[in-house]
C-alpha cells in the first residue's frame, strides 16, 4: 500500500523551532581564565624588563642598511623560490619519465641537494672560486688537452667570468638556496603529479593531445592544488633560510644587518627581538599571497571551504534535469524478449 | 612529412572498407590473458554493442582500438590504418607518440568516469582538443562547441564547472567534448554505468540521437534495452573470446551459445 501526499507544504503547519538550554562547557572558562594569567604574566614580563630595549629596537630596526637588508632578503626569497620551483617541475617531470637516464638523473639531484645541509651548501658555495680561478662559459670539453696534442691553438671559449665576481656573496648565496629548493620543490610537483587521476589523462590523451600539452594544460592545474600549500611552507622557511647566506658571506642581507647593528652597540638581545619582529611581519605577508594562489587553483573543485560554487553566473547548480526531447522509446532493461 | 606518406603507401596497408577491423587481437597483462583472440569488423555507420560479463575483456578491446592499450599480437586497423604500428616489408614499426596522437583525432572515447577536466567549465571542456589540437580559431569552436552543448540538451549550462553538474550532465558534456573533434568513430565505455538509475535515459537519448545520425559507435554497456533498440551488431563477449555475435534482435531472443544463454537470463 503507498500513501501520496498532494501538497507536501501545505499538509501540516511548521512547528516552532527549537529553543533547548545548550550544553554548559565550564572547562572553557577554566582554560580562559588561565590562559588570561599566562597572558598577563608574558605581557608584564615584555614591558617590565628593561633588558628589552623597545625604544633601542624601534629606534634601530628601521636603519637605512637594515631596510636594505630587508630588500636582499625578500629578493633572495623570491629568486630562490621561482628558479627552485621551476627547476622542481622540470625535475619531477624527468623523474616521472619513461626514459631512465632522465629519472635517474633526477634522483640522483634530489639525492644529493637532500642531503646536503643548507648551511653546508650556502658556505660550499661560497668557496668554489678556490675551485676553478675562472668558468669558461661554452668551452669545449677538454679544449686545452686537444689543442696540446694538435700542436694549434684551440681557444673554444666564448665567453668567460671571474669566479669571484660569479660566485661570491650574493651569487653563490641564491644558488645554493635555489639548488636546493628544486631539490625540495621536485618531490612535492611529484607528489601533485601522482596525484592526479590517470583518467584525466587517458581523456586528454584520447582527444588527440601530446604528452606536453597533456601536462601542461590538464595534469600541473590540477596538481596545482596539492602542490600549492606545502609549496607556500617551503616559501617561508626560504625566507628564513635566507639568513644562513650570512655565512656565504653576504653582507647586506636582514640578520646580518641586524646583528651588526647589535655587535655595533653591545645591544645583541635587543636586536634579536627585531629580527623575530621582522620576519612575523615578512612571513605575515606571505600567508596573505598564499591564500588568493590557493583560492585561484582551487576553481571548480567542491573540496575545500564547503560546496562553494564558483563563478555562478551561468546559472549552474546541479539538479534534476529534464530528458532531452525524443523521449519515445523504452530504453530500460528489463523488459524480455 | 615522410613519415605520413609511408603510412599511405605502406606495401601491406589494407584498404577496406571497415572502420574497425581486427584480426586475432591478443592482449595480456602481465600473466593474465585478457584477450585472446579477437576477429570482428564494424562498417561505417554501424553502431555495434558489445556485452558480457565484468572481466571479459570488453572494455580492454575498446581501449585498444585508439591504442590506450597496445596490443601484443594480431592485427587491428581503424578506417584502414593499422592502430599504433606502421608495417613497411613485413616488419611492424612502433609510431612516434605524436603519429599515436594524430591516429586518435579521428576516434572520440567516453568514459564510464566522465573524465572532464575539473579545472575547466563544461564549455572549455569542449573547446580545449579543438583549440589546441586541431589549432581552428577560438570563435569557430566556440559557435560549435555551443552547438553541441545545445544539442546535448546544456545549452544553459556551458558556464558551470563539472562538480556542478549531475552526473548524466558530466556524461553529455564528455560526449559533446569528443563530438567537438568530429570524429568518424565513437568508443563508448559502459557510459551509463556510473550513473543514478533516473539519469541514465537522458545520457542514452543522446547516444540514440548520435547513431540515428549516422555516427559509427562501439559501446560496450549493460543497456541490453539500448542494444536491442539502437544497436546494429551485437557482440557477447567472456574470457577475452568472443561467444557469439549477430544481429542483437537475434542474438537477444535466441541465444545460441550456452554461456551467452546464462548470461542473458541474469541480466534480463
Not at chain 1, 501520496?4 to 511548521?14: G, I, K, L, M, V
Not at chain 1, 625604544?55 to 628601521?62: K, L, M, P, R, V
Not at chain 1, 668554489?128 to 700542436?151: E, K, N, T
Request: aromatic share 8%; glycine share 10%.
Amino acid at each position: 500500500m503507498t500513501h501520496t501526499t498532494e501538497d507536501p507544504s501545505a499538509e501540516r503547519a511548521r512547528p516552532e523551532a527549537i529553543a533547548a538550554v545548550p550544553v554548559r562547557h565550564p572547562g572553557r572558562w577554566v582554560a580562559v581564565a588561565v590562559i588570561a594569567v599566562l597572558t598577563a604574566m608574558f605581557v608584564n614580563m615584555l614591558v617590565t624588563n628593561e633588558k628589552f630595549q623597545w625604544s633601542f629596537i624601534i629606534d634601530n630596526a628601521f636603519r637605512p642598511n637594515i631596510i636594505e637588508g630587508v630588500r636582499t632578503t625578500i629578493l633572495l626569497t623570491v629568486l630562490s623560490m621561482v628558479i627552485g620551483v621551476l627547476m622542481g617541475i622540470g625535475l619531477a617531470v624527468m623523474r616521472l619519465s619513461p626514459n631512465p637516464l632522465l629519472s635517474g638523473v633526477a634522483w640522483l639531484y634530489t639525492w644529493f641537494f637532500r642531503a646536503v645541509p643548507r648551511l653546508v651548501l650556502a658556505i660550499l658555495f661560497g668557496n668554489m672560486g678556490i675551485l676553478y680561478a675562472q668558468y669558461d662559459i661554452g668551452g669545449v670539453p677538454f679544449a686545452g688537452f686537444f689543442s696540446d696534442l694538435l700542436g694549434v691553438n684551440l681557444n673554444g671559449t666564448l665567453f668567460s667570468l671571474d669566479a669571484r665576481t660569479l660566485l661570491t656573496g650574493f651569487m653563490a648565496g641564491l644558488l645554493a638556496l635555489a639548488l636546493s629548493e628544486a631539490a625540495y620543490m621536485a618531490e612535492i610537483v611529484r607528489a601533485g603529479i601522482l596525484s592526479v587521476d590517470p583518467g584525466q589523462s587517458e581523456a586528454s590523451a584520447a582527444l588527440g593531445m601530446s604528452r606536453f600539452q597533456t601536462m601542461r594544460r590538464v595534469v600541473l592545474p590540477q596538481a596545482m592544488r596539492v602542490i600549492i600549500p606545502p609549496t607556500g611552507n617551503e616559501t617561508i622557511a626560504m625566507l628564513k633560510d635566507t639568513s644562513l647566506v650570512a655565512f656565504v658571506p653576504v653582507t647586506n642581507e636582514l640578520f646580518f644587518q641586524l646583528q651588526a647593528v647589535g655587535n655595533r652597540t653591545f645591544q645583541v638581545f635587543p636586536m634579536l627581538i627585531a629580527a623575530c619582529i621582522w620576519y612575523l611581519i615578512l612571513t605575515s605577508f606571505l600567508l596573505v599571497g598564499q591564500y588568493y594562489i590557493e583560492r585561484h587553483f582551487a576553481r571548480g573543485s567542491a573540496a575545500g571551504g564547503g560546496r562553494r560554487q564558483r563563478r555562478p553566473k551561468q546559472g549552474g547548480g546541479p539538479g534534476p534535469e529534464p530528458v532531452p526531447v525524443g523521449a519515445g522509446i523504452d530504453l530500460k532493461k528489463g523488459e524480455g524478449p | 612529412m615522410t613519415d605520413q606518406s609511408a603510412v599511405d603507401t605502406g606495401a601491406t596497408e589494407v584498404v577496406d572498407d571497415f572502420m574497425v577491423r581486427s584480426e586475432n587481437v591478443h592482449k595480456s597483462f602481465g600473466r593474465l590473458e585478457v584477450l585472446k583472440g579477437i576477429d570482428l569488423t564494424v562498417r561505417p555507420g554501424e553502431v555495434m554493442c558489445v556485452i558480457g560479463p565484468s572481466g571479459s575483456g570488453k572494455s580492454t578491446f575498446l581501449r585498444c582500438i585508439n591504442h590506450l592499450e597496445k596490443i601484443d599480437a594480431g592485427r587491428l586497423w581503424v578506417a584502414g590504418h593499422l592502430v599504433g604500428y606502421r608495417e613497411k616489408n613485413g616488419k611492424l614499426y612502433e609510431l612516434r607518440d605524436r603519429e599515436v596522437a594524430a591516429q586518435r583525432r579521428d576516434i572520440g572515447m567516453v568514459f564510464q568516469r566522465f573524465n572532464l577536466f575539473p579545472h575547466m567549465t563544461a564549455l572549455e571542456n569542449v573547446m580545449e582538443a579543438p583549440c589546441r589540437v586541431k589549432r581552428e580559431s577560438k570563435a569557430q569552436v566556440r559557435e560549435r562547441a555551443l552547438k553541441l552543448m545545445d544539442r546535448v540538451g546544456l545549452a544553459d549550462k556551458v558556464g558551470s564547472y563539472p562538480a556542478q553538474l549531475s552526473g548524466g550532465q558530466q556524461q553529455r558534456v564528455a560526449i559533446a567534448r569528443a563530438l567537438a573533434m568530429e570524429p568518424k568513430l565513437m568508443l563508448f565505455d559502459e557510459p551509463t554505468s556510473a550513473l543514478d538509475p533516473e539519469l541514465v535515459g537522458e545520457v542514452l537519448e543522446v547516444m540514440k540521437d548520435l547513431a540515428l545520425d549516422g555516427m559509427t559507435m562501439v559501446v560496450v554497456t549493460h543497456e541490453i534495452g539500448f542494444a536491442r533498440e539502437v544497436g546494429d551488431s551485437l557482440v557477447f563477449m567472456d574470457g577475452g573470446v568472443i561467444v557469439e555475435q549477430g544481429s542483437p534482435r537475434e542474438v537477444l531472443a535466441n541465444p545460441r551459445h550456452p554461456r551467452t544463454q546464462d548470461f542473458l537470463s541474469k541480466v534480463l
